[in-house]
């Protein structure tokens, strides 16, 4: 990929009952028809509980937004209670999959490891998936001064050795700032997303996280290295979302 073009992706999170996610999925696909699907230097993607991507995969269908999981299992099938693996994605419609989200690394008790996330992303590729791969420091990691250590060492640990940009985006979310209204410095944004792009195939697309919002949008995304956002929060509400997207401008 020569050119690094932006992509904004919304985590829905555990939120929505069928008629939320399709309203929201409705109010999308409306603003999209109106930019006649050009949503200007950016790539749009929403990821659902699983719940909804059958519905919201429907609605989305031709208007140009991709749809996502928000996790995966390692193994393509068998005995295990709960999980989906990343064939039953690609089957509901699923072009990505979030892994390794700070949620599923540090809580209620999922405790996912560097190694379980490698293996998620190989099975993330096994079904054709683009897999975004989470990284970033707990607020103690950053107040130690190790922030781009423990970053460098969570790509260490779950990034394939095979991974290439068109299979591949990372999302560097600082944990402190997921859902809390707090952001990272433009300039902590800069020398992070620096320092990851270091250690990353050429052209691989890097998105920041973290409260991410219509206001704070434009001057984190207009970063050199900032190549999209992940959005929770703020991806819940279309026009929030919309905003942001085309902040990419
Ligand atoms: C996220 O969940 O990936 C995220 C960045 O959430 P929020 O935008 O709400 O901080």
Known sequence: MALRTKLVAGNWKMNGLREDGAVLARALVQR??????????????????????????????????????????????????????????????????????????????????????????LGAWRAGLTAILCVGETRAQREAGTAIDIVASQLAGSMPSSAASDTLVVAYEPVWAIGTGLTATLEDIAAMHAAIRTRLPAGTRILYGGSVNPQNAASILGLADVDGALVGGASLDAESFWTIARSCR
């Open 32 to 121: 999209m028809v109106a930019a006649a699907a050009d949503v200007p230097g950016s790539e749009l993607l929403v990821c659902p509980p699983a719940t909804l991507l059958t519905t919201v995969g429907g609605l989305i269908s031709g208007s140009g937004i991709a749809l996502g999981g928000q996790d995966c299992h390692a193994a393509a099938k068998g005995a295990f209670t709960g999980d989906i693996s990343a064939e039953m994605l690609a089957d509901a419609g699923c072009t990505h999959v979030i892994l390794g989200h700070s949620e599923r690394r540090h809580g209620h008790g999922h405790g996912e490891g560097d190694t379980a996330v490698h293996e998620k992303i």
